[in-house]
């Protein structure tokens, strides 16, 4: 088969942990964004990076930097056309695959680097240790990144002004929402998400680039002990993301034009077969449900549908991973189960979630995997999500090349058009049925010593807005984490504190 020269092909991936003894072996995360793309170029079998049209990098939070491109290309020493930078958001990396396979087929580029990394473990210890990291500053006459896209915000003034706005108090909220939703008590869903993190763990025990090799069982994963404390019920510090890791990934993205021209093997090329974009209402205010993901679903449905391949058929499957409702979020969307491998590198807990950056990992870690596969028709399939279960990046690949080159597409519109919730205010949802509302998703916020301190309930009012409640009354969050509350009715005070 004869393929397109502008076919768009991953060609090298390369992966940085950067496990620290002391402060002196910190590096800051443009070093460690460099040597991953050395890494990319090694595995490509290239001897030296030739000139790049476009250098993206994912943005960071562990150190600040006028324009990380600018600054990896200086270390890195290569000439580079355009240096772009993305928001933030974990969908970004598969994101910026899509956006660049699109243009290589179209021709208006022929090589691309994409990358991110951080150094938050490093970050950490500096701060705990009182000492400073001299790591490099931008010069004033750095030159600016260019915006890859343009972005949204993921909280409205309602939720930030209840400062309802982390992921470690959002997700949690999902968790008890898909309980509910499935029927199970308290017991057999903590039985049920321990056993899955339980699996994610066994599988980062076995890769290579993962940030934690430690295999637990359900049962480690669900004890409360003082080093995995409560955090957001019932999440235990061990089903939250793990930020805190130093780690770099790289993808050199190219055409088959350009990988011939420079003689990169054939054996190493990796084909974006299909990607989609998209996302849910933006605010959670509005979302209709806690417990469903319908954009997760159309977005699956279309990347499927462009790269003409069945789910079912498809043997390496990474979801995206911040928090065990995510998995669930995504698995019932796309009608996987649960009991299947729906990781490949042991998700952001165990192999680490640098932020932003952790599907940099998965697709380096898929491209490694697909080319090891003994059977040619073997394919993978990638879910990015960025912001509360929000933004949504799919990617279908092979080392076979569709027919049909390249396919992207977004099924927005249909979304835009799902049903949403309004929002009352504290002072409506009071006024309304005596301030009477049924929680519809909860969490109980915990401090570092592992004991309740603020409950958050998104709760339904009889005309079926939403309204959002909290307390801070230890007995309130108290009684919160001692049974179903999901369902209860209670009532919301004109400032929104939640009342039992």
């Known amino acids: 088969m004869s393929i397109d020269p502008r076919t768009p092909v991953l060609v090298g991936q390369g992966q940085v942990v950067n496990r620290i003894a002391s402060l002196n072996d910190a590096r800051e995360p443009a070093q460690l964004i460099a040597d991953a793309i050395r890494q990319a170029a090694t595995d490509a079998k290239l001897n030296k990076l030739p000139e790049i049209d476009a250098l993206h990098i994912v943005r960071l939070l562990s150190w600040k930097y006028t324009n990380p491109a600018f600054t990896v290309a200086s270390l890195l020493g290569i000439k580079t056309r355009t240096h772009g930078i993305t928001p933030h958001g974990g969908n970004m990396p598969q994101l ?112 290579e680039f993962a940030w934690s090799k430690s295999a637990l069982t359900a049962s480690q994963v669900r004890t409360v002990t003082p080093k995995n404390r409560m955090i957001g019920l019932p999440y235990r510090k061990v089903m939250n993301s793990n930020n805190q890791v130093d780690m770099a990934a790289a993808l050199i993205i190219c055409s088959v034009a350009k990988a011939t021209q420079l003689g990169i093997p054939r054996e190493k090329w990796v084909f974006p077969l299909a990607g989609t974009d998209c996302h849910e209402h933006y605010y959670i205010s509005n979302r209709f449900s806690f417990a469903e993901t319908p954009a997760i679903k159309l977005g699956g449905e279309m990347v499927c549908e462009l790269a003409e391949k069945s789910l079912k058929e498809i043997s390496l499957i990474d979801l995206y991973s911040c928090f065990p409702s995510a998995v669930q979020l995504g698995a019932e969307s796309l009608n996987l189960s649960l009991d299947q491998q729906l990781t490949i590198t042991g998700g952001l807990s165990f192999a680490g979630g640098p932020w932003n950056n952790y599907v940099m990992h998965a697709i380096a870690t898929m491209m490694i995997k697909l080319r090891q596969a003994d059977n040619s028709s073997t394919n993978g399939f990638i879910w990015a999500n960025g912001g509360y279960a929000t933004k949504h990046s799919f990617g ?32 409506q949802a009071a006024s309304s049925s005596s301030g009477k509302a049924t929680i519809e998703a909860f969490t109980v916020m915990h401090d570092r010593d592992g004991q309740p301190e603020t409950a958050i309930a998104a709760t339904l009012l009889k005309d079926s807005r939403r309204a959002w409640a909290t307390s801070s009354d230890p007995q309130v969050a108290k009684a919160l984490c001692a049974d179903e509350w999901v369902g209860q009715q209670v009532t919301l005070d004109s400032t929104g504190k939640l009342l039992l």
């Open 96 to 207: 910026l695959v899509n956006k660049l396979a699109l243009e290589i087929q179209r021709g208006e580029l022929d090589i691309a680097i994409v990358a991110g990394g951080e150094a938050s473990n490093s970050r950490a210890r500096a701060h705990r240790e009182n000492a400073t990291l001299n790591w490099s500053e931008s010069d004033a006459d750095t030159p600016t990144a260019n915006n890859i896209i343009d972005d949204a915000a993921m909280s409205n003034d309602a939720e930030i002004a209840r400062k309802i706005v982390l992921p470690i108090q959002i997700y949690p909220m999902f968790e008890s929402a898909i309980r509910a939703k499935a029927g199970r008590d308290i017991n057999q869903h903590e039985q049920r998400i321990s056993e899955l993190w339980s699996r994610f763990s066994n599988v980062a025990a076995t890769n």
């Open 396 to 427: 279908i690949y092979s080392t076979t090349p569709s027919k049909n080159g390249f396919r992207h597409g977004s099924p927005q519109a249909t979304i835009d058009k799902l049903a949403k919730r309004e929002l009352a205010t504290t002072e």
